[in-house]
């Protein structure tokens, strides 16, 4: 019997318990080999520098039998900023993957839809006041813990503008570039009326960077992505018949206003992780799982490997 006449070769199933997946080789493989050249490019970021060292004395130092100078320049100085990231990227990664799936559309992610715009906003309005009790805010909780918090409140905000029982994907990205807009157009304000000083300061960090990050940063932006992580793998489960239809999806028994709703809060807090550790950094969660689904050959973004 011919190939014509037998169809293509379906993937095939797993079952664990209750637990049932679709094994797809060429999806593992790809998965593999991209964390594996993220390894590598973590590694090379780690070598290069003033001080530069080869690859094979970073991952002895990696490993713990390299010599004292490395140690200072692998652990104390390089790693913290490295460590920071790969955090960046993972959470950008798994975070346009979510919001390009539930809105069903490739140019849903964080950036387009207003998130790393709210948290820049607020960000550059406690660098630019001056004096006052905001500035006390911004000296005691940072910059940090601003962004983080005007990147989950404008993903709330487009989350509730868009919501009409129900969300739907074509409203959830027209309302998120409006407010986008809107976000930007406060932060060209600010910057336009603030002192120069001030706004030196707030356009540095809004390129963006990984310069000084402190071992302190990278342990919360790391926990607070791995806990958001853990939440996502477990929604993911029921996130998969979504992907057919809201009626075939309540067919199944999938709660599915909930789960959108916890993924959809999960790749905000996720994109106001990144931003708040290395500012806002745009691209990366809009092309990322374009990449990884198209090398993995997936109908939609898949969560591992972008």
């Not at 006449?5 to 997946?21: D, H, I, K, N, Y």
């Not at 070598?47 to 100078?69: C, H, M, N, W, Y």
């Not at 490395?70 to 790969?86: N, Q, S």
């Amino acid at each position: 019997m011919s190939k014509a006449e037998t169809g293509p070769a379906l993937a095939a199933g797993v079952r664990l318990g209750q637990v049932s997946f679709v094994w797809r080789p060429w999806l593992v493989l790809v998965t593999l080999v991209l964390a594996g050249s993220a390894f590598l490019l973590f590694c090379l970021s780690i070598a290069v520098g003033d001080f530069p060292i080869g690859l094979s004395r970073v991952v002895a130092t990696l490993l713990g039998r390299g010599e004292q100078v490395d140690e200072f320049v692998v652990m104390d100085l390089r790693m913290p900023r490295a460590l920071a990231g790969l955090v960046v990227g993972v959470a950008l990664g798994v975070s346009g993957a979510i919001t390009q799936s539930v809105a069903r559309n490739p140019l849903a992610s964080p950036d387009i839809l207003g998130i790393t715009g709210g948290a820049s906003t607020v960000a550059v309005f406690l660098v630019t006041v001056s004096g006052g009790t905001a500035a006390a805010v911004a000296g005691s909780v940072g910059l940090s813990a601003a962004a983080l918090l005007g990147g989950l409140g404008t993903g709330l905000l487009v989350y509730f503008l868009a919501w009409r029982r129900g969300i739907d994907g074509f409203r959830l990205i027209l309302i998120g570039i409006s407010v986008s807009a809107v976000t930007q157009a406060l932060t060209t304000w600010l910057l336009v009326s603030a002192d120069i000083r001030d706004v030196a300061r707030a356009q540095a960090w809004l390129v963006g960077s990984l310069d000084g990050r402190s071992w302190h940063e990278v342990q919360v932006a790391s926990w607070g992505s791995l806990v958001l992580l853990v939440v996502v793998a477990a929604a993911a489960f029921q996130f998969k018949p979504m992907h057919l239809g809201d009626d075939v999806a309540a067919g199944l028994g999938v709660r599915y206003t909930r789960v959108r709703a916890v993924l959809l809060l999960c790749a905000v807090l996720l994109a106001a992780v990144a931003v708040s550790a290395a500012g806002p950094v745009p691209f990366v969660a809009l092309v990322a799982p374009q990449v990884a689904m198209r090398l993995a050959r997936c109908p939609t973004p898949p969560l591992v490997a972008s």
